[in-house]
């Protein structure tokens, strides 16, 4: 990747992988840290990008594939080490000043499984289409849509304090044939 015209390209993506890293990571230092490491594999593996496709797909497709990549290594280190968070409500300190509806959003939106959030972020913050996102995710279209329809349910009853459908009839799975 040493031309100009490669690099300017690249640049212009930066705004939207930065949007989209935060709402991953839900904090700007790893968002930042993500967009750096997206950025520096697609300079890497340029040669891999095909030239004509698209190539905010392709560079969603990377940060998707490290964010996803990392999360798995988080979960393999600190397997012995979590906490339940209402174990430990009582130490955590809320933000003073009136809590506004943005920064509820962000809580309920980080409190939606991964497979959720990185959906319904990317068709609704990113505007892509269910088969750009289910090409970036690595998924079929119809489990791009199941997940967005769970995802808008369960946002929905998160940031109107109800407890969500899903976790209150949660039933064990069992095979039929």
Not at 30 to 39: I, R, S
Not at 58 to 67: A, E, P, Q, S, V
Not at 92 to 103: E, I, K, R, T
Not at 146 to 164: E, F, K, Q, T, V
Request: neutral net charge; aromatic residues 4%; glycine residues 4%.
């Amino acid at each position: 990747m040493n031309s100009p015209s490669a690099t300017n390209s690249l640049v212009v993506h930066i705004p939207d992988l930065r949007r989209y890293a935060r709402s991953l990571t839900g904090d700007a230092w790893a968002a930042d840290d993500l967009v750096q490491d997206t950025l520096e594999r697609a300079c890497e593996r340029w040669q891999l990008w095909s030239a004509g496709s698209d190539l905010r797909a392709w560079l969603f497709t990377l940060m998707h594939n490290l964010f996803v990549d990392s999360a798995r290594r988080a979960v393999r280190q600190q397997a012995s080490q979590q906490v339940d968070v209402d174990d430990v409500a009582h130490e955590l300190q809320s933000p003073a000043g009136v809590p506004d509806q943005a920064m509820d959003l962000q809580r309920c939106l980080l409190r939606l499984p991964p497979e959720q959030r990185e959906v319904l972020l990317l068709v609704t913050l990113q505007d892509l289409g269910y088969e750009e996102a289910a090409r970036i995710t690595g998924v079929p279209i119809g489990t791009v849509m199941s997940r967005l329809s769970r995802a808008r349910a369960r946002l929905r009853d998160l940031m109107d304090g109800r407890a969500p459908a899903a976790a209150a009839q949660a039933t064990a799975l069992r095979r039929l044939k």
